[in-house]
């Protein structure tokens, strides 16, 4: 395995948990947050604070076992043109439904603000509910395509 698929493969899994333990915390403190103060307000800050530690433990696993130097380079994963083509390929595929995706968000957040019982609360736990998903189409987008790609 090249180290871009470690790095690929790396990403894919954390950037899943980290994506899941945020939209957890932030469930939990917009939707019983007021409800049940003492609990549930500890747990969903608990899980926003481990899911900023997870994104920088992923960081710096990257940095020191699978050697990127910086992150400010928009290919800092790709070794060779090769792998380099398979992102760009990869990248135009994905912008198309990223697109649609947004389309979709915007469409439904001005359908349901119409509704005449959406509270700003529901709307704002769908809206975030849809981001969070969209987010995690994209990655695994991303590694399904990227591993489809490599192999050829």
């Not at 947050?33 to 969903?44: E, F, I, K, V």
């Not at 389309?103 to 769908?126: A, E, Q």
Request: proline share 1%.
């Amino acid at each position: 395995m090249s180290r871009s698929a470690k790095i690929i493969r790396f990403t894919f899994w954390t950037n899943n948990l980290v994506w899941l333990t945020f939209f957890i915390g932030l469930v939990l403190l917009i939707l019983w947050g007021q409800m049940y103060q003492n609990h549930l307000m500890l747990l969903g800050a608990a899980l926003l604070v481990l899911g900023s530690l997870l994104g920088w433990w992923q960081q710096s696993y990257l940095k020191k076992h699978l050697g990127i130097k910086s992150f400010k380079d928009k290919y800092f994963f790709i070794d060779d043109e090769r792998e380099r083509e398979i992102h760009l390929q990869i990248l135009s595929k994905i912008s198309g439904s990223v697109s649609l995706c947004l389309y979709v968000i915007v469409i439904m957040t001005v359908g349901l603000s119409l509704m005449p019982k959406m509270t700003v609360k529901i709307l704002g736990i769908v809206v975030l509910t849809m981001v969070m998903l969209t987010g995690i189409y994209v990655n695994y987008q991303y590694y399904y395509l990227w591993k489809k790609y490599d192999q050829g």
